[in-house]
């Protein structure tokens, strides 16, 4: 059999990361996240990708030390395309590139949101795949969409969201209630606390399989804002409380549209994707729509959930074996099609 050593390169938003593949299955996997953007509140582009060029060197010695390889065992290079930040995205990019040069080894470009769909393919002891074609709901900070997936490259987008994607729903949320960024896993550990029905907030009324949030943003701005005026103490004594009705909100919003989709395309395989396929209440809902639904549902492991170099090498070695190789004049793309 054929040994595939795949690096993975990712550099899209804030998170430096390097992995390596050996026929699919992780040797390592590697993230240097960058805690600069937590006191502005949000990623800033420039600190970003100044952070990527500090980080990438080191992070991919970390990866190829820790996967117990040297440079010249790789049989290729993966590398995060786009879409995402077109400063942070041109590190790892120009990395990439050089080092297949240099080595004289095939680069492959790799689009993100494949790849964090992709992630569920990643050889796992244990981890049932799933199989062609299923419906993946990618969930993160900069998307929010409903994927048909009938092939490794095979995607389509039959849904997405026509304003905020789901992340910034939550993290929109957290700074409103005081919460530092990014909010989602905060706003997750409350509402593990909490009573999901403490305060009903309202669904957004959008068509097809489309998402909106950015109502639901304002709704729950206007409501503490109103709650404040009359208890100052009102967040405070009611956090645990008010973080499991967002979410509560939010995951319905998610669920109505897969119901939806699942309906629509008759597909009963339903994988998540993205950062916020880490939320603890979206994990439990989805397990439990296997039997109330009769889905099948893949819920990838933590690691994979946020951005990571894992997903950018799996995405790589599908490439890699039906010899997709990019041209070496291949260039960043802040916005690229599914
Ligand atoms: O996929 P990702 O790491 O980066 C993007 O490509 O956007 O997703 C990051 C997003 C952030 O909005 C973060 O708040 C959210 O995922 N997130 C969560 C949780 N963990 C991460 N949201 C809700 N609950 C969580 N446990
Ligand atoms: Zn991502």
Known sequence: TQNIFILGIESSCDDTAAAVL??????????ATQDIHKKYGGVVPELASRAHQQNIVPVIHEALDQAGISKNDLSAVAFTRGPGLMGSLLVGT??????????GIPLLDVNHMQAHILAHFIEEEGYDKPQFPFL???????????????DYF?????????????????????KILGLPYPGGPLVDKHAQLGNPKAFPFPKPKVGDLNFSFSGLKTSILYFIQKQLKEDPQFIEKNLNDICASIQHT???????????????TGINQIAIAGGVSA???????????????RWKTFIPKFEYTTDNAAMIA???????????YADLGVTAKARIKM
Not at 157 to 162: D, F, K, N, P, S
């Open 154 to 174: 095979a995607m389509e987008v039959i849904g997405q969201t026509l304003d905020d994607a789901v992340g910034e729903a939550f993290d929109k949320s957290a």
């Open 250 to 264: 939010i995951i319905g919003i998610l669920m109505d549209k897969l119901k939806k989709a699942a309906k629509q």
């Open 279 to 293: 939320n603890s209440g979206i994990r439990k809902t989805l397990k439990e729509a296997e039997n109330k639904y």
């Open 94 to 103: 120009s990395f990439a590139k050089s080092l297949a040069l240099g080595l």
């Open 136 to 150: 993946a709901m990618t969930i993160s900070g900069g998307h929010t969409q409903i994927v048909k997936v009938s």
């Open 22 to 31: 050996h026929n699919g299955k992780i040797l390592s996997n590697v993230v």
């Open 314 to 324: 799996i995405a790589g070695h599908f490439k890699y074996i039906s010899g997709d």
